[in-house]
């Protein structure tokens, strides 16, 4: 079956500029979970929906970025302002809300954005 | 803070040899992760551990957690060049969410003929 999808692939866009990055999560998941990864670095933490509402946003690092997933299913990750330090690749995970008690989280390919 | 640190970082292997990974974290957890990561690809989940002395095996690779110490090991067996891609280990915070997985910084592993 198909597994999480992001687009865009790859963005680059210019300081100062808003992007959104979509997030499809594999049918059925209730959870989404935004992840941040830099160069050499593992995932950072950004949102965790658990269906329409964030669960826990407490990664985001400021108010320029804000996600939403308004019908429980699709993700949206909005960046206002963007700035160069924002350049990392952001990833999309789903799960099963339990899966035996144990929640695995299903990666997509990630969206790499350069922010120039 | 919970810090998540793995060594090594880098790892050059010869196929045949048997090596392990390291995974220290510094407060208390209620489950511990493996991923494995080709480049440029997504993260692919090995293994969840949920409690102290848990094992589990996949192929070549072994994953053990011990709780008390704030220690997870990654056992390679007789590696293969298949194996090369960097593995992390995340944990999920005693009493955290569901998505708040803390991961470290990835041990990149290259396994030559």
């Known amino acids: 079956g198909a597994g999480v999808s992001q687009t865009p692939s790859n963005k680059v866009t210019e300081k100062g500029k808003y992007v959104e990055l979509r997030c499809d999560p594999i049918s059925g998941h209730t959870a989404l979970y935004w992840y941040r990864q830099s160069l050499g670095q593992g995932p950072e933490f950004l949102i965790y929906f658990q269906g329409t509402g964030a669960a826990d946003d407490s990664g985001l690092p400021n108010d320029r970025f804000f996600a939403v997933r308004p019908e429980g299913s699709v993700s949206t990750l909005k960046i206002q302002r963007t700035e160069r330090g924002d350049s990392a690749v952001y990833l999309c995970?789903?799960?099963?809300?339990?899966?035996?008690?144990?929640?695995?989280?299903?990666f997509g390919p990630g969206t790499r954005l350069l922010v120039l | 803070e919970l810090k998540v640190e793995q060594n090594p970082l880098f790892l050059s292997m010869q196929e045949g040899k048997n090596y392990t990974i390291y995974c220290n974290y510094s407060?208390?957890?209620?489950?511990l992760y493996w991923y494995r990561q080709d480049p440029g690809k997504s993260l692919e989940s090995l293994f969840v551990l949920l409690s102290n002395g848990a094992v589990k095996q996949e192929g070549r690779l072994m994953a053990s957690l011990d709780t008390k110490a704030r220690l997870s090991t990654l056992h390679i067996t007789a590696a293969v060049h298949d194996l090369s891609a960097t593995y992390f280990c995340?944990?999920?915070?005693?009493?955290?969410?569901?998505?708040?997985?803390?991961f470290g910084k990835g041990t990149k592993l290259s396994v030559k003929p």
């Open positions: 407060t208390t957890s209620d489950r």
């Open positions: 995970a789903s799960s099963l809300t339990f899966t035996r008690g144990v929640e695995t989280q299903y």
């Open positions: 995340a944990v999920r915070p005693y009493g955290g969410s569901q998505g708040n997985l803390i």
